[in-house]
């Protein structure tokens, strides 16, 4: 919209313009300078009307006429590129400051404040009554002008034809001078209007929302003043006093290393232990709900399948443990812990014996399967171990390089609280098996190991260390390795499995490398009290029945499985199994039925109350190429046995009804409990078998 020029209105209004004396120059001055103006305005005429030519400029690209009539297609876009991207407003609801995303991209080119109002208006009014005031005035000044302009002319005559000119131009009416200066009227706001704007719709703002329930909260307010602070120091200084009195007294019975590890895990905040029994409390809510349909399947289901099979049973598989650190290892010792059920331990190694390296000791819940309970890696490969039966944090372990060692689980860190060395009498080939005995007189502990060097050690757990005590030297042709001086040494038998009696304290077994089991006693230990030629292998398992105190099984690599009567030099019951025996285990909770497990990954289960002759269950559990069972136990309470295998995994699995069965009372009658039960159980089957002569005995 083009721009009023106010000058020119302004000159254009004459009538309005009063006149001074230097009016007359004025006027020439103009004239003149339209004549000038003409004189330029023709010339330029005359320029125009000749033929111009096209001027190229020296640096202007040469395009052919394809590209000179290609379409060049530019988009114009209402984004106003300076507009701010970074607006910030205070939002009173969130109390803080929030980006705007809608940024008005409108720039204002020309702004004009109209001076138009409205005909009908009360200022409008004012204004019609300013305007008629204004007129009159006008028209009394322009009367007085004229009778003066009269009165000069009549006094100043006309000297030459110039002035005469501009005199005529000026009483001319359309005369320039006469439109200049002649006045006209100003007509403000004469017609109705409206304003008009239009625009772009935005779309409404969204606030989205998501609330969930607040947690809870408390309102905690404290003064810190310096008696408080002073009785916190002083707090604190008692604390540390009693530690070093605890400290004091723990020094009879631990060095001053492992002292130094109790005072600073006292002085360890109790609220670290408080978090860390929470995080582990929802791990294993997080792992039972995750595995909860195996959890279901272990405390419900029952394979009613069972009914119509008679006397065979099935094994159903529940969790699968592993740890990824110990792929590489066989699994080597399998021991449940009689306190918490569900707490069982497993020895990692190598049974390669040309590949011997680091091993682990690892602890599994059934509440957690996803992760091990604890962790200890060990310098070298662990062969066996055994928990203790009363106190369940303590656990007695064998290493491939003949030590032995004690873990316990209420010790922080990774290593054994007790360790055997090459100065305190540590055996100089792999042990093969340890079991925890009885305290001995002055209430120490101890337990016993075997080993291939021939010897069976008892170490007692006195303060600090482990002090030993050579029980036994197994020889091959049954005599002990203390003859005379200047005799030729007898040849060392091997020791591989080792046992002692549940009922009877110093009777034990020590199974050995060349097949043949000896019957051994503690307090006799100048010879064997019995000697069974069991096997054609080394015998890797020998175990006491929980129940009758004369029977006890053996497995070896020869296929076999073998059940003995420790009176009796010939076995009771034996069972080909086709492929070599890696461990066999009795059940705690029938004297009759045990299980085995096999190189080929198969699990057997037998019952000689059901049947005598063959397997009620034959389950393969593995790849039967690729993985090879090695150890398998039972769970002291529930009926779940665990197996492991080469490659470090634990399978549990949940035994059917078939494999659990209890004898049906007659009418009238109730069924007997108690281990009476099954000892009886068990002698009649024996009863069966012996001779005449034996059983009258």
């Given amino acids: 919209m083009p721009v009023p020029n106010n000058n020119a209105a302004f000159a254009r209004k004459g009538s309005n313009v009063q006149k001074v004396p230097g009016a007359k120059s004025t006027k020439a001055a103009t004239k003149k300078k339209d004549e000038e103006e ?44 300076h507009a701010p991207q970074n607006i910030v407003r205070y939002s009173v609801k969130e109390r803080s400051y929030k980006p705007i995303n809608v940024v008005d991209q409108m720039a204002v080119h020309c702004v004009l404040e109209g001076s138009l109002v409205h005909q009908d208006s009360e200022e409008a009014r004012k204004l019609r009554v300013k305007e008629g005031l204004a007129q009159e005035i006008a028209t009394v000044d322009a009367t007085a002008e004229s009778e003066e302009e009269k009165a000069e002319a009549s006094v100043n005559p ?37 304003n008009r704007a239009s625009q772009t719709l935005n779309n409404p703002m969204r606030d989205r929302i998501c609330q969930t329930e607040p947690p809870p909260r408390s309102s905690f307010s404290a003064t810190a003043n310096q008696w408080e602070i ?18 004091k007294g723990m020094h009879s019975q631990k060095d001053n290393g492992k002292s130094k590890k109790v005072m600073l895990m006292e002085t360890q905040s109790e609220d670290v232990t408080k978090w860390t029994m929470a995080s582990k409390i929802l791990e294993r809510t997080i792992s ?13 289901f029952e394979d009613a399948s069972d009914e119509f099979r008679e006397q065979e049973g099935t094994l159903l598989p529940l969790w699968k443990f592993q740890y990824d650190k110990a792929k590489t290892l066989s699994v080597t010792a399998l021991c449940w812990n009689n306190k918490y059920q569900d707490l069982f331990a497993v020895g990692l190694g190598s049974y390669n014996f040309s590949r011997q390296g680091c091993g682990m000791l690892l602890f599994y819940s059934l509440k957690n399967p996803a992760f091990p309970e604890y962790i200890y ?3 070298s490969g662990v062969m066996c171990l055994d928990i203790h039966a009363q106190h369940s944090h303590l656990v007695a372990v064998g290493f491939y390089d003949g030590c032995v060692a004690v873990y316990s689980l209420k010790e922080e860190g990774q290593e054994p609280v007790y360790k055997s060395t090459a100065k305190t009498g540590k055996h100089t080939d792999p042990v093969w098996q340890v079991r925890w005995q009885s305290d001995d007189m002055d209430n120490n502990h101890n337990f016993y190991s075997v080993s291939s060097d021939g010897r069976v050690v008892s170490w007692t757990l006195v303060k ?12 091959l042709n049954g005599a002990v390795s203390e003859g005379t001086e200047g005799a030729q040494a007898p040849s060392i038998a091997s020791g591989t499995s080792f046992d002692s009696h549940k009922q009877i304290d110093y009777m034990f077994l020590v199974g050995t490398e060349e097949g043949k089991i000896h019957k051994c006693s503690k307090t006799y230990s100048s010879q064997f009290l019995e000697t069974y030629d069991a096997h054609s292998m080394a015998v890797d398992t020998v175990k006491w029945n929980y129940f009758h105190p004369k029977v006890f099984v053996s497995c070896s690599s020869d296929w076999t499985v073998k059940i003995w009567d420790h009176t009796i030099n010939t076995p009771m019951f034996v069972f080909d199994l086709q492929a070599a025996v890696g461990d066999v285990a009795w059940s ?17 289960v037998f019952d000689l109350s059901v049947n005598k002759y ?32 080469d490659r470090g995994y634990v399978t549990s699995f949940k035994l059917s009804p078939n494999l659990r069965k209890k004898p049906k009372a007659k009418k009238g009658h109730e069924l007997p409990k108690g281990p009476e039960v099954e000892v009886a159980k068990m002698e009649k089957l024996l009863s069966l078998l012996r001779e005449p002569d034996q059983n009258s005995s």
Wanted: with cysteine; proline share 5%; hydrophobic share 35%.
């Fill in 614 to 645: 063959e397997a009620i269950c034959q389950q393969l559990v593995v790849d039967k190429k690729k993985t090879k069972l090695t150890h398998v136990e039972f769970n002291p309470i529930h009926p779940v046995i665990i197996v492991g295998d």
């Fill in 377 to 379: 890696p060990t310098s």
């Fill in 588 to 604: 705690p909770y029938s004297s009759t039925v045990f299980a085995a497990v096999t190189t080929d990954g198969t699990v057997h």
């Fill in 464 to 475: 600090n260390e482990l002090v030993f005590t050579d029980i036994i030297r197994l020889t």
């Fill in 230 to 247: 002073y009785d916190a120091y002083v707090q604190e200084l008692q604390k540390q006093e009693k530690n070093k009195e605890k400290q």
């Fill in 158 to 194: 006309i000297v030459d034809g110039g002035d005469v000119e501009e005199a005529a131009d000026e009483d001319r009416p359309d005369s320039a001078v006469s439109r200049i200066n002649k006045k006209e009227p100003k007509v403000t706001n004469q017609f109705n209007f409206s």
């Fill in 38 to 81: 003409a004189v330029e305005t023709g010339t330029g005429w005359e320029e125009w009307s000749q033929g111009k030519a096209l001027v190229r400029p020296p640096d202007q690209m040469e395009l052919t006429e394809a590209e000179l009539k290609e379409d060049i297609t530019r988009i114009l876009t209402a984004n106003n590129p």
């Fill in 288 to 300: 039972q709900n995750t595995f909860d349909d195996i959890a279901q399947d272990f405390k419900y």
